[in-house]
């Protein structure tokens, strides 16, 4: 199909696209490949970068009249020449609307970009530096009033790209370092830099998920890695569903929205009001998502029902249904676990659930935001969800419309979560996801076996920690072998929110904190931090007596 | 508080910080703002740069010696050393495992993303040249197959960093151009370069929106930004609210579940089972996401009322309550016309409406993700959809927990789309946002005038149009003159399939199509890509004709 070339118009100033056609590049690319692997995926990627016709034929004309290794250097030497160079730029008298698209607007526009780039590469490499703070705590007030420079407040004129820059690095400045091996706060933590690369990569295309039209290698990679998962939960059958949404609660209510319309389709079109009274069981500690979903899906809250749950936070399995709904609720955050031989047995059963949330952007260390809901029937994502929008979902296109998945989805447009997921597993493979994984277990053992008989701190739950969640108690000396009381309790509820606040005025360090039922408030350590080690532990515990020793 | 060194630890290897204190940066950033602007600005951020000690003294002693022009040259070279320079690094033996954290990971990940930020730049600039293609389409067994070695299969074991350079060429090869100057498809087109570098940005700090404690900056520039855009919207009251959503659909979703809550508030908790039978009442052009989120929330599609419009899309207005949903109902995608003081009289009335939908994500070009809903009544969000979930939003923290928005939304987790937008309004200004929307309008005038009258075009509404769309038909000549019949419309229900789908294989522009009622198949032409010029709209319309000329 058309493969004339597309009539130049007089009216139209700007040059008129050469008739590449589709075969072109693989043509070329395929001799490249003929090549050393190596050389040739290099030809390969400078084919691609350049995409012009002239230079493809030139370097296809080399590579034909003679094959040796000085003509493919030449390539490689012209591929450098392709490389962007950092200049000394003004940016004081630059403004957004001298960039791309404005003619003439290349230069600065890539200047402008490495600019930007130089200040992440500044962050991300003080991001893993332990010398540095894990934030430079203020409170509200205080960057609202302005901090040296940096106005919070949006104005109706352009500022400078020079106040731009300056603005991103009081943003980063003023921030907190997530990815620092010693930030253990709930809850995304560490900073993949494969996934980092790929979450540039995803802006950079800045497409929806809707349909394969505009997003065809995203739709794929999505719908393989879906695959990949399920046969990972266990599911034996080849066509299960799935979909990535924006996090683990849009994800556990997709999850509600499925059972209720296999069971009750007719909601979809009349309404709870017209389905005999309907409730939600869950875990006592399931994650308040639940909640949220049951009020918004029009169950309410009082119909979701807590099922009681034993001291290490398992359900006491009254019959399957509660069994079903366990692995159900542990996944979101353990799905992480499934990728590991020597863990996954903690969610045995969780094949003999029907939807599956799994979140990637927790203990796999995925970019927020990458969570996905994972159905065991196929069809049912679609029937409960689809509204066939006709501008959107076109019947009559001329590729295999079962790709354009925006219709399973309650969204519209559909931010692009897949692809640093896809490359993450590209880089590390599944064993490294393992290795990783084990890791963070290895590291939750460690605190749990350095601080269980000491003095000092006290274990909020009895046994070894089965997940990544290690819960205890600082006793300051004043506390220490005072006897259970009300004024013991009291005065202990108030011992982690201290040590928090002086923690984060230091930065030297974050652990998150919680009371739970009538536990008073603990530490709440969840290691999913690929950078920390053994040291960061240590570290942790040493600063939380030391910040602890006064109260 | 806290003004002690953390104590060092005997058994960590790594390095304790030194004792940064809050007040250490700013006192010397104060110094250097006493220079010139532009000189302050840039020791300002070589100071957060480097945010070592050592520097530190350094360039304040080198200040308070001799304020000369001269040691502010000498400061400028100490910030340049401090940028990245790229080197020839073989990546065919790196793994992702050699990046950060390992161990003297450093040089390989700066390099690493470095030939990332490459591979992304020379796709920006291609992006915005017109001789290059809008995407090069393949079938999706095409690209399941397996393109010149772009696998997309996931395996166990890792792959090279050099492999995970030449698939990130590949996704983007293989992709749509989607900021292509003539890239007209739904729904978002453009790519905004400030916008971009804020979602490198905000992908590099990598947190979660749902508490100050680990996003400060960001919580505060939503407030402002929120703020603002009621401001504009017109609501008099001072303290409404609003929430940035994963998209449109469920800011729609929010603003439905608000209005629910607001009247019958004892859904949230016994469901929609407890009270009277609700219907929601929405224009018949209404977007889908309003059926969606009523099969969700339980309310039943049978019970979403549509109202009968006008032939421009308009309600007819019945009674007040439809004109507010008029104007809740347009306000997602035409958000941005509020921006404009030429064309916001066109959303008159909205300032009447309870919550309104807006989307940067559209017309005003900000990259995909961003959605905000807006309420003009303060604690309807916080009540509507609050669970206090203890791990996450304690009550006893140091700073005002009010900033800890997490428990207004139906998510948990929640990506941050705020930054990439507040850094474009403060580099536009918002006189800058005006004009690319009043472009925007002059170009769907430009399409509109330019093919009402010509034998080749039919348009589908009467009308100059009020918004970017411009819908009409391509009459080939073969119908050209023939009169309405079932014939007729049969085959021109079939044209503009035929030319989307040649126009997709020639790879030279893209822009949508639909049926609408009982409107056969016509090209909606969406202009919100503010690198589209005349010249572009006049490519489109020839483009047309070419492809479609046999038809």
């Given amino acids: ?101 404005s003619k003439n607007g290349e230069e600065q526009t890539m200047q402008f970009l490495l600019e930007v780039v130089d200040i992440l590469l500044n962050y991300v ?63 995304s933590t560490g900073l993949d830099i494969i996934g980092l690369a790929g ?20 739709v794929l990679m999505e719908q393989i890695t879906l695959r990949k998962m399920r046969e990972i939960i266990g599911w034996s059958n080849k066509d299960g569903d799935g979909i990535f949404s924006p996090g683990g609660a849009i994800s556990n209510m997709y999850s509600i929205m499925a059972a209720r319309y296999k069971y009750f389709p007719e909601v979809k079109t009349k309404g709870m009001a017209a389905v005999p009274k309907l409730v939600l069981f869950t875990s006592e500690h399931s994650h308040y998502s639940i909640k949220k979903a049951g009020a918004a899906l029009g169950f309410g809250t009082d119909n979701v029902i807590l099922i009681k749950c034993n001291e290490r936070g398992k359900i006491i399995p009254a019959d399957l249904e509660a069994k079903i709904l366990e692995a159900k609720e542990k996944a979101a955050w353990g799905g992480g676990l499934l990728m590991s031989r020597k863990h996954r047995h903690k969610l045995n059963g969780i094949e003999r659930a029907n939807s599956v949330t799994w979140n990637p952007h927790k203990m796999m260390g995925v970019l927020l935001q990458c969570s996905a809901i994972l159905v065991r029937e196929k069809g049912i994502l679609q029937g409960c969800n689809q509204m066939c929008a006709g501008y959107l979902f076109q019947p009559d296109k001329q590729y295999d419309v079962s790709y354009d998945t925006g219709d399973k989805a309650i969204q519209c447009g559909r931010h692009v979560d897949i692809f640093k997921f ?101 530490f709440r350590m969840v290691i999913s931090n690929p950078a920390a080690t053994k040291s960061d532990i240590d570290f942790l515990i040493e600063e939380i007596e030391r910040l602890g020793q006064e109260l």
Same sequence: chains 1, 2.
Wanted: contains cysteine; neutral net charge.
């Fill in 422 to 522: 896809w490359l993450m597993w590209k880089a590390k493979g599944t064993v490294g996801f393992e290795n990783q994984i084990n890791k963070c277990l290895e590291l939750a053992e460690y605190l749990y076996t350095k601080i269980k008989n000491r003095e000092e701190f006290e274990m909020v739950f009895e046994g070894e920690p089965e997940h990544t969640n290690v819960c205890f108690w600082y006793i300051p000396p004043s506390l220490r072998g005072m006897p259970d009381s009300d004024e013991r309790r009291e005065k202990l509820h108030r011992v982690a929110p201290k040590i928090k606040a002086l923690m984060m005025e230091s930065g030297t360090t974050m652990v998150g904190y919680q009371p739970q039922g009538d536990k008073v408030n603990f």
């Fill in 199 to 218: 979450e540039w990569l995803t802006s950079t295309a800045n497409t929806n998920m809707f349909t394969y039209e505009i997003a065809p290698v995203f």
């Fill in 1 to 101: 199909m058309a493969s004339s070339a597309p009539s130049s118009s007089n009216a139209a100033p700007d040059p008129t696209p050469p008739n590449l056609r589709p075969t072109t590049y693989d043509s070329w690319c395929g001799v490249a490949h003929g090549c050393t692997r190596k050389i040739g995926l290099k030809i390969c990627g400078f084919l691609q970068r350049t995409n012009s016709l002239e230079d493809k034929g030139r370097i296809v004309s080399s590579l034909k009249e003679r094959q040796s290794s000085k003509s493919l250097l030449a390539c490689e030497n012209s591929e450098k020449e392709s490389r962007f160079r950092r200049t000394e730029t003004d940016f004081s008298n630059l403004y957004a609307r001298d960039l791309l698209p």
């Fill in 125 to 187: 490499k003080k991001t893993f530096d332990r010398s540095t703070k894990v934030l430079d705590f203020h409170h509200p007030h205080q960057l609202l009033e302005g901090m040296e420079g940096f106005n919070l407040e949006l104005s109706d004129n352009p500022e400078s790209l020079e106040q731009i820059l300056v603005d991103c690095r009081d943003t980063l400045k003023y921030g907190v370092r997530t990815g620092h091996p010693r930030f253990f706060n709930q809850l």
